[in-house]
């Protein structure tokens, strides 16, 4: 991802023009609610984003988990998949504190080819890869919705 200045607002409004998502999935994804989302929205300013003496809809913990949700669905999904999976795979590892060989036994995937993944994703056949993805996705979903 890059580092340019996002307004979450434009990105979001962008998304729901583009039909990409719809106002209901934001509110799903965030659990916001759908008059907060929609004041949020319609009154957030357009273009480059500043210091506002616009009072916003959202808690600061709301708009900095929709900020986080417009980076993804923008900037995020144009990242190389080999490199989302592996950093699914290493975060796993990081704050999971799971190791390559218990992400192995979970996964189904031999030790051997998830190092080599990790070393270099070219080197692992497709089929191989797919299966890490999905099962590494599904680990870190799992993981997710462990926490508090």
Not at 57 to 74: C, F, I, K, V, Y
Not at 98 to 111: K, P, R, S, V
């Amino acid at each position: 991802m890059t580092s340019e200045t996002l307004n979450t607002a434009d990105q979001l409004r962008r998304l729901i023009a583009d039909g990409r998502v719809s106002e209901a999935a934001l509110q799903a994804f965030t659990g916001i609610t759908s008059d907060a989302l929609m004041t949020f929205l319609r009154d957030a300013p357009f273009g480059t984003p500043g210091i506002s003496r616009n009072a916003t809809s959202l808690s600061a913990d709301e708009g900095m988990r929709l900020s986080t949700l417009a980076a993804q669905l923008t900037q995020g999904l144009t990242e190389d998949d080999d490199f989302r999976v592996k950093a699914i795979v290493e975060v796993l590892m990081a704050q999971c504190r799971l190791t390559a060989q218990n992400i192995a036994l979970l996964t189904g995937i031999e030790l051997s080819q998830l190092e080599s993944f990790l070393s270099d994703p070219d080197t692992v056949p497709v089929q191989t890869k797919y299966e890490l993805a999905v099962r590494a996705a599904y680990l870190i979903n799992a993981a997710n919705a462990a926490r508090s």
